[in-house]
């Protein structure tokens, strides 16, 4: 079990998509307090796309700050932003083309390129924006990630050498369902967030979940790696009452 984790369990993925929307508000109205910006990264897949859809909408839509809130992306699928397995494409679709934010606020990863000059121009953009030193890894204000059946999180595969990485923040990864080049932030990035969210729904998950929480996978799987670096920063698993179906 991890002693850091906060449990919160919905009744469903509406009720999820909700908790995590305002969730979002929340750190966005704390971060701008704070230090005058928001800074969220989001992962791809199906589950994120309800929060999409919730934060489109009041009661979200006119609460956050939109002009002072940056996304980045958790990883992305080495294909045309067009294609529908593109996470920024998916988010593009589901949320931006819907609120005001500035275009210029969106960092994509760019998956059209070659994976490795993606990797490396993704940790420039990182770079650049948080004015990291060498070797200095970057601060998220909120990383909204997920896990797949077999432990995944972000493009994180379990036994791949990607979960080993402690020097680079990006890196391109041959992996995943669909099987496909990806670019994925590496363990380093995701534990370094103030809030880290874990959104996960669906009985599909429920034997991971388990897995996770009562069955030693909080030490080998990459989603059960992922912890706020020296305690600091909260991490939150939402789950749904179906993905918590079979914790005791
Ligand atoms: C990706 C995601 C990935 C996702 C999990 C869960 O690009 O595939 O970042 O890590 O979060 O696979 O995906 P679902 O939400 O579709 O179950």
Known sequence: MQTEAEIIIKADLQALALAAAELFVVSALTSVG?????????SGGTTPASLFRALRQEPYRGRVPWDKTHVFWVDERCVPSGDPLSNFGTARRELFEWI????????????????????????????????LKEKEIPWFDLLFLGIGCDGHTASIFPDHPALME??????????????????????????????????????????????????????RLPAGMVRPRHGHGRLIWLLDHEAAGLLS
Do not use: W
């Not at 704070?34 to 989001?42: D, E, K, S």
């Not at 890196?171 to 969210?197: E, F, H, K, M, S």
């Open 34 to 42: 704070i230090h005058g910006r928001f800074t969220v990264a989001l």
């Open 100 to 131: 005001p934010i500035p275009p210029g606020n969106l960092h994509p990863m760019d998956g059209e390129g070659p994976p490795e000059e993606g990797a490396k121009a993704y940790q420039k953009v990182l770079q650049d924006f948080f004015l």
């Open 166 to 219: 402690t020097e680079r923040l990006v890196v391109d990864v041959l992996g995943g369902d669909p099987y496909l080049q990806r670019l994925t932030l590496t363990l380093p990035v995701l534990n370094q967030g103030r809030c880290i969210a874990f959104l996960v729904a669906g009985s599909a998950k429920a034997e991971i979940i388990r897995d996770i929480f009562e069955q030693g996978g909080h030490r």
